[in-house]
């Protein structure tokens, strides 16, 4: 059986703007060019999105709350017949120690697993080098945007010695990128 090809998408800073633990509904905006690029991306690869939520491990909101926000972004996405197929969050700080924070692979298995996803064919999106460093454990290509916090990042790179695939400055740019790579 053909394994499925899937984009890991960071939802903060790749999907909508980060402004840091948002979680209101007013607080909600998508970026630019990301409805475009998951349009492009759609018939070839399965959306998933792994989000790191330490707001709720420090109590700045609830589990109820980033659902409700996460859910006003999947229906939003849905209305434009893109569909994320599953979002996978971790609720805890790093100093929990947990195996479900991004750079660690826990949702990788998961994905892979429940999905039959071939990682090797598949793509990280993210804006922050702990995204890029998930992606590379998980054995997959991975991008750079430098939308969200990515800018204020992208030296890091350098620092940790972490290489993205490209390093992209607008979603749309960057799901051409992967089309052109198919
Ligand atoms: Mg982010
Ligand atoms: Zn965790």
């Not at 060019?33 to 959306?47: R, S, T």
């Not at 992208?154 to 290489?163: A, G, N, Q, R, S």
Request: net charge neutral.
């Amino acid at each position: 059986m053909t394994k499925n090809k899937a984009i890991i998408l960071d939802r903060d800073g790749v999907l909508i703007e980060d402004k840091d633990y948002a979680y209101k509904i007013e607080d909600f905006e998508l970026l630019p060019g990301v409805i475009d690029g998951l349009k492009l991306l759609n018939k070839k690869f399965l959306f998933f999105i792994v989000t790191n939520q330490s707001g709720i491990g420090r109590g700045y909101y609830t589990i109820e709350d980033f659902h409700n926000f996460n859910n006003y972004l999947i229906e939003i996405l849905k209305q434009k017949k893109i569909e994320i197929l599953k979002t996978y969050f971790c609720p805890h700080i790093r100093e929990d120690n947990c195996d479900c924070r991004k750079p660690k692979t826990k949702f990788v298995d998961e994905i892979t697993k429940e999905f039959n996803v071939d990682m090797k064919r598949s793509w990280m999106i993210g804006d922050h080098p702990s995204d890029i460093q998930f992606g590379i454990n998980a054995g997959c290509k991975t991008i750079f945007l430098t939308t969200g916090h990515g800018d204020k990042h992208i030296d890091e790179l350098e620092t940790v010695k972490i290489k993205p695939t490209m390093i992209c400055n607008n979603f749309f740019i960057a799901a051409k990128e992967i089309m052109r790579r198919l």
